[in-house]
Each structure stands twice: as C-alpha cells, then as structure tokens.
C-alpha cells in the first residue's frame, strides 16, 4: 500500500453515536422480504443453505421466487434480497405457487433456531494497518505512533492503545519483505523485530496480522523451510493470519511458489487466515472491471490451489481520473464508499468468490488522487454493507494517518483533512461495528 520517503513502505474510527452501530445490527436480523406484485408462478426448488448458487439461478423460499445475482452460498434470500443493484444476492421475483415452499412460518416454539443465524456486526475483523517504519523506535526497534500528538508505543503500557483506543482488539503490521526466513522489516532484521514487539502484542491481548509486501516492497518465498522460519518468528496465541500485498515485482514462478508455501502453512497452522491483497478498481459502467493483470494471476493461482483459509483483500482507493469505467461516480468525483461496495459486487462477478473471503481495504482522508477523499461517513457505508452481507473483514490504511492536517495531498504520517481529529476514523469504525 503505501510508504514512507526514506524507507518506501506502502499500504496492509470521530466522534460517532451509537446509532450506526444499531442500525447495522438490526440489518443484520432476519427480516420479512418486501414482496412486489407478480402474477403466481411455480415455485422453483426450495433454498438450501447448502447448495451453491450461480448469477441467474432461482431458488424459492416462503411462497417466494428469488434470483440470484451472483454465486452464492449460505446467504438466506428471505433476510439477503433487494433490488438489482442493492448489493444483495437475491432478488425478490414475486410469489409462487407449487412445492417450492417451505415449513410455515410459525413453527411449534420447541422447533430448534436456524442453524446459520447472521453474525452480529461484532464478528467482523477489523484491524487497522500499521507501517511499521513511521515513527518506529530504531533503537529498541519497537513500534510507535504519533497519530495521538505524542510519540507512543503501539500496544503496552502508556501506549496509544491502552489510553486512546483500548477497544481495538486487532492490528495488521506492514511490511516483511525479502525471502522468507531471513525477511525484514524497512531494513530491521525480522527476528529483531519480533523479538521487540510480539511478546508486547501477545501480553496486550492484541490480534495482529503479519502483512508482507506492499507497494515498495517484494515478498517471496520458495521453500517450505523458510516459510516455516517466517512463521514461527512470528507465532504467539495472537497471531490470527498472514497477508500477501502484492503490488508487482514477482515473476510467474515466484508467485506461484509463495501460493504454494501458503498451502503448507495453511497444513502447519490451519487455523490462521492468509489474505491477498490486492489493487482494484470499481468499474460502474457493468463492464465489471476490477483487478489488473497480477491480481488476475493471484486470484486465480489462489483457486487452483486447494487453499481454504484464504480471502481476497481489495485496495479500495487511488482509482485514478473520476469515470464509471473506474469507480462509482457523484458529483464529479469517485465515491469511496459506494465504490468499495462496487469493487466486491465486481470481484463476486468476476471470480465466484464467495462475500465470506472478500474484505475492504479503503485509505482513510486523501488518496494519492488527491479528488479521492475517503470520508468518516464513507466508513458507513462500507460497515453497513460488510456486516449485512458478511464479508471477511475491513481494514484501513493507515493508523499514522489518522490524525488531522492541512497539506490538501496524501501524506504517511496525516489524512490531510484538517476538520477531522486525531483517531477519528479508528473510532468511527470501532463504533459502526460494535466494538
């Protein structure tokens, strides 16, 4: 993602009532489909939660005919329908008559709960990425902020977690590159690195993800030697998964390999999580356009490989000139929120892949576009729509920038919005999420 002048990293909530949070909970409970007025046709075969179903197949549920708008799994239509274009998976054909239905609706009170109840908005990962290199101590090589106006640790005792944001339970450290097994980190030698910050990380109860590449960096890894290095340097309780930005810079071959020494780790440590992240854009104009060559080879080395634990992080930002061939435009300008949601409903098209694996990296204040501007009320919109349709995850980058200033162009260290205040967006999501 993005980076610092002297060592080039690169990208991995203010004030906010309640209210959103509400309101993404309850969009999250089941609820009675609006049905439109359709002459009675037969039922298509009843839903099951187990099946898969592609765009443009039909499913019934309750006396009710739905389409799906891309493949699906697991999704109910009677509590995931809305208009084309909604961002839902089904949409409402009517009613019907015939055996498509299903039991009534007021079943017996010792009749058991559903079986795939939706998440609350609290089961969402959310963890902000921290480059490591801004204001890192390079003495004692630990991580630190100044995104609160005082230079800080990161986690422990005095740190901007324990007194600014002691809610945030989860953090993505970027960048490791270099080989696997003798990695660094902006120049610190990876097991430096660990040594220093892990054990705070495990002691504060912090979830992290180890995040590898980015826009100026390479990550590769060729043996499974050295990937069982990285991740044992790395490994405590709190370790939850591994992230691969890649940006460029890896030949065929080489990305293959790091996809095939994920599989191994995925064997060694099947409960960690391995995300790609990967650069998108968010075409509006129903051409689908979203990834570029190299996220087009990942994502499809990624499926050919029998990986399960994994899912495909989408840079959400720097689209380039405003124009529904890139994003989803308003006013003249892209609109961050609205496009990140465009930028999954591509990917779902595109690949098949499933909102369950898909999460949302957007740049919080001023993108390297400076007329992209991601916005406290765009983080509405991408929590209300992650948590409603279940993606993995939401992310931001990053946690140095957020805190205000004037400059009116992206920087490492702000978000270049004066108005704002200092973890403003790290609140905005926390809140928005129920955290």
């Given at each position: 993602m993005r980076v610092n002048a002297g060592v080039r990293s690169r990208l991995v909530f203010g004030s906010?009532?309640?209210t959103l949070g509400v309101a993404i909970a309850l969009a999250l409970t089941a609820a009675v489909p609006m049905r439109t007025a359709h002459a009675a046709t037969a039922c298509a075969a009843a839903w099951n939660a187990g099946s898969v179903y592609n765009g443009g197949d039909v499913a019934s549920e309750n006396g009710v005919n739905y389409k799906a708008n891309w493949?699906?799994?697991g999704n109910d239509p009677a509590s995931n329908s809305g208009a084309a274009g909604s961002g839902q998976p089904w949409t409402s054909q009517g009613s019907c008559d015939g055996g498509g239905s299903t039991p009534p609706t007021d079943p017996p009170p010792t009749d058991p709960p559903p079986s795939n109840p939706p998440p609350g908005a609290g089961d969402l990962f959310f963890s902000p990425y921290k480059d490591i290199t801004i204001n890192l101590d390079w003495n004692t090589n630990i991580m630190s902020s100044l995104v609160t106006g005082t230079r800080l640790p990161v986690v422990g005792s005095g740190s901007v977690v324990s007194t600014a944001v002691p809610n945030l339970g989860a953090i993505t450290l970027a960048f490791a590159s270099g080989e696997c097994g003798s990695e660094n980190w902006g120049g610190v030698p990876g097991q430096a690195f660990a040594d220093a910050n892990i054990k705070r990380l495990d002691d504060?109860?912090?979830?992290y993800v180890v995040s590898t590449g980015g826009?100026?960096?390479v990550f590769s890894c060729g043996s499974a030697t050295g990937m069982a290095q990285f991740v044992n340097r790395y490994n405590s309780s709190h370790l939850v998964g591994i992230d691969f930005d890649i940006e460029g810079g890896q030949t065929p071959a080489q990305l293959n390999a790091l996809v095939s020494q994920a599989v191994y780790a995925e064997s060694v440590h099947p409960n960690l999580r391995f995300s790609f992240t990967l650069a998108?854009?968010?075409a509006s104009d129903g051409s689908f356009g979203g990834l570029n060559s190299t996220g087009d080879a990942v994502v499809k080395a990624v499926k050919a490989s029998g990986l399960k634990n994994y899912t495909i992080n989408l840079m959400t930002m720097d689209y380039g000139a405003a124009g529904t061939g890139v994003c989803v435009v308003k006013n003249g300008a892209c609109d961050m929120g609205q496009s990140a949601v465009q930028a999954v409903l591509n990917l779902q098209h595109t690949y098949g892949i499933?909102?369950?694996q898909i999460e949302i990296t957007p740049m919080i204040g001023v993108n390297d576009v400076s007329s992209e501007v991601f916005t406290t009320a765009d983080i509405d919109t991408v929590t209300n729509y992650a948590a409603t349709n279940?993606?993995?995850?939401v992310h931001f980058w990053s946690l140095d920038r957020d805190t205000p200033c004037s400059q009116g162009t992206a920087s490492p260290t702000c978000n270049s919005l004066p108005s704002t205040t200092s973890?403003?967006?790290t609140k905005r999501f926390l809140s928005n999420l129920g955290r």
């Open positions: 906010c009532t309640g493949w699906t799994q504060a109860g912090i979830n826009q100026a960096g998108t854009l968010a499933p909102a369950s279940k993606l993995a995850g973890l403003q967006y």
